[in-house]
């Protein structure tokens, strides 16, 4: 029994023996953690170059090319019939640039509820009116307030008859103080009325066109 108790005890030592040998050999990062000893660094031999890179990482972004000015195309004009309205525009204007923007959404929104086709909404140029005033004393006048309109357009097509003195009704009700509503049928004028006039351009070009 002794002799039995024996051998498992020095096997047992021999397995203590060899793992501190393994130890030993085994680097300075193994045998002394991170986490046992904090004070002590053992990175400070490796190298730190591209620590804190990022951009790298990224993907690499693809060179944007120049692109052609796109024209803006005419939206096709929708012929009235008996039953039916042609296109036209629903102008809204005022000088308070909210008012007339959200009276423009809700134009808009109730066409969608109505089920009314909107072919095109858009911005016109916003128009500057300069106010002039006369002093009681005196003939030179001098400016006293600057008005600026602003103009939104909500482009509807194929308005049914039927349909149309509800929608009528429903924007009067709801249209605010100080707010221009016009409702006109669609001609080529509006969507030149949408660019800006270039007279010097224009000049230019009746010149080339008649030494030709």
Not at 23 to 40: D, G, H, K
Not at 55 to 79: F, T, W
Not at 154 to 170: A, D, H, K, Y
């Amino acid at each position: 029994m002794n002799s039995v108790i024996l051998k498992v005890s020095t096997r047992r030592h021999a397995l203590v023996v060899n793992k501190a040998l393994a130890l030993q050999r085994a680097p300075s990062y193994i045998r002394f953690p991170v986490w046992a000893s904090m004070n002590e660094r053992h990175y400070r031999d490796r190298s730190t170059a591209g620590i804190g890179r990022w951009k790298h990482l990224l993907p690499k972004e693809q060179a944007v090319k120049n692109k052609e000015k796109q024209h803006v195309k005419p939206v096709p004009v929708v012929a009235a019939t008996d039953t039916e309205y042609g296109t036209l525009n629903v102008k809204v204007s005022g000088y308070d640039m909210t008012l007339v923007e959200h009276y423009s959404q809700y134009i808009h929104k109730l066409c969608n509820r109505l089920d009314i086709k909107v072919s095109d909404c858009y911005a016109l140029q916003t128009k500057t009116t300069e106010v002039m005033l006369m002093p009681e004393k005196g003939n030179k006048m001098h400016i006293d307030s600057v008005l600026k309109t602003h103009n939104r357009v909500v482009q509807v097509s194929s308005l049914s008859t039927l349909s149309c003195p509800i929608f009528m009704e429903v924007l009067l009700k709801n249209q605010p103080e100080g707010v221009q509503l016009s409702v006109m049928e669609h001609t080529d004028a509006d969507f030149k009325a949408r660019f800006k006039q270039r007279p010097d351009l224009e000049g230019l070009r009746t010149q080339i066109g008649s030494s030709q």
